[in-house]
């Protein structure tokens, strides 16, 4: 992995900040894009503010990691947009819809679709993409999220078969809940609804494992890790559930 460069979106916080922090460790140079340039400033590593829900914001995030660091060689897809603002599907604001589309399914095919050529001419590459166990298992009241996580899974699946042949790697991970800013958003918004605290809310998401506890980002990003390095060159188009073994 030592002298790869790698893009990791979403890499100012959470997964994404355990997932660069790994891969810098293991020598790849790495370059972080989010809309938070003072998150990404905190991180310690190269990085871009970038809306990556938009073409000219994951061009600008390729071109500067390319004029800065080189060619992409390894491409961590992991920003999104929650759930914890949906409605019933036929309550569900179709600008909502069309949010969530933007930047978790068209965000991920329009950084892939800039990298993954140049991957392939070099002969060798990796991507992951940060679907959910909600990319197997539907959601209520998440029909936007459920529909662009399955949908992350797809596009992994798909680059798979097309950039296979080039020694380059399309995977995905499914993490289950996680201690994350966007998962406290979510909780906290379960907990207005019901009427109980945040605190019973995380603690019904870890009765639901068999450890009866949640993820902490670190572990989800120690599989992002294995996925991007050489020793999981034979991992192809696979959906790899992180979720302490329960069904979520």
């Known amino acids: 992995m030592s002298g790869r460069v790698a893009l990791v979106t979403g890499g100012g916080r959470g997964i994404g900040r355990e997932a660069a922090l790994l891969l810098s460790a293991a020598g790849m140079r790495v370059m972080i894009v989010a809309r938070s340039a003072t998150e990404l400033a905190g991180v310690g590593l190269d990085y871009v503010a ?8 994951c061009a600008l995030a390729v071109a500067e990691t390319e004029r800065r660091l080189g060619p992409v060689d390894v491409l961590v897809v ?4 929650g759930s914890a603002h949906e409605k019933l599907v036929w309550e569900q604001d179709p600008a909502v819809w069309r ?11 329009e950084l892939a679709r800039l990298t993954v050529g140049g991957m392939c001419r070099r002969g060798h590459g990796r991507l992951v ?5 909600a990319g197997e298992k539907a959601e209520r009241c998440g029909s936007a999220y459920t529909a662009s996580k399955h949908g992350v899974i797809g ?8 950039a296979g042949p ?4 399309s995977n995905a991970v499914l993490p289950g809940w996680v201690k994350t800013a966007m998962a406290e958003r979510s909780a906290a918004t379960e907990a207005d609804r019901r009427g109980i605290s945040v605190e019973e809310v995380w603690r019904e998401r870890a009765a ?3 450890r009866k506890r949640v993820l902490e980002p670190r572990e989800v990003a120690e599989v992002i890790a294995f996925l991007c390095s050489e020793a999981a060159g034979g991992v192809n188009g696979e959906a790899i559930t992180v979720a302490l073994g329960g069904i979520w």
Not at 155 to 160: K, M, N, P, Q
């Open 99 to 109: 949010e969530t589309m933007r930047v978790n399914l068209d965000g991920p095919f």
């Open 208 to 210: 639901i494992y068999p």
């Open 129 to 133: 993409f940060t679907s959910s166990t």
């Open 78 to 81: 992991n920003h999104g947009i």
């Open 50 to 57: 970038a809306d990556l829900g938009t073409p000219e914001g």
């Open 166 to 169: 080039f020694d380059v790697t």
């Open 155 to 162: 596009l992994a699946r798909a680059i798979a078969q097309d």
